[in-house]
C-alpha cells in the first residue's frame, strides 16, 4: 500500500511559480513505474498534466509544456512539479498519481 501526499499549492500572482511536492509513504515508489500529475479545476474533468517514468522520461500536456517540469527524486519517495509563468487557467486542485495511488490534492490558484 502506498500514501500520496501532495503539498506546495497556494495563491500566485500570474506569472508566478510554484513548486509542488508529492511525498510517498511505505516502501515509496519503486513499485510503481510511472508517477503522474493531473489537475481538475471547478466544472473540468480531470486532466493529465506531466507524467515521468522510472527511467526519467517525461511526458506533459500541451498547455503546461515549457513552462512546467516534473521531476522525481533518486529515493523513489518524492515527486515533484516544478510550475513557471503561472496562468490564471492553471488554477485547479493537483492531483499526485501513481498506478491505483491517488493523493486528496492540493489547490492552486492562479488570480491577481
Known amino acids: 500500500q502506498v500514501q500520496l501526499v501532495e503539498s506546495g499549492g497556494g495563491l500566485v500572482q500570474p506569472g508566478g511559480s510554484l513548486r509542488l511536492s508529492c511525498a510517498a509513504s511505505?516502501?515509496?515508489?519503486?513499485?510503481?513505474?510511472?508517477m503522474n500529475w493531473y489537475r481538475q479545476a471547478t466544472g473540468q474533468q480531470r486532466e493529465l498534466v506531466a507524467r515521468i517514468s522510472s527511467d526519467g522520461d517525461t511526458n506533459y500536456a500541451d498547455s503546461v509544456a515549457g513552462r512546467f517540469t516534473i521531476s522525481r527524486d533518486s529515493s523513489g519517495k518524492m515527486v515533484y512539479l516544478e510550475m513557471t509563468n503561472l496562468k490564471p487557467e492553471d488554477t485547479a486542485v493537483y492531483y499526485c498519481?501513481?498506478?491505483?495511488?491517488w493523493g486528496k490534492g492540493t489547490l492552486v490558484t492562479v488570480s491577481s
Open positions: 498519481n501513481g498506478a491505483k495511488f
Open positions: 511505505a516502501v515509496g515508489t519503486f513499485s510503481i513505474r510511472t
